[in-house]
C-alpha cells in the first residue's frame, strides 16, 4: 500500500471509505472558536481577557 499526500487535488480520488469535505475549502475564512469553561469566577475572567486579547490581535 502506497501512502497517498493529502491534498486538495488528491482528495477526488480517495478511497471510499475515507470521508472528504462536500464543501467548497477554497471559500474558507479563518476565523476563532472559543470554547469557554465556566470555573466559577476564575472561567469568566478568563474568557474576558481572552476575548480582549482577540480583539487587540485583529486590530
Do not use: E, W
Amino acid at each position: 500500500m502506497t501512502m497517498q499526500t493529502l491534498s486538495n487535488s488528491s482528495l477526488p480520488g480517495m478511497p471510499a471509505p475515507v470521508a472528504v469535505p462536500s464543501y467548497d475549502r477554497m471559500k474558507l475564512t479563518a476565523g476563532i472558536v472559543h470554547f469557554g469553561v465556566n470555573l466559577a469566577n476564575g472561567g469568566l475572567i478568563h474568557r474576558s481577557a481572552a476575548a480582549l486579547q482577540s480583539l487587540a490581535a485583529r486590530s
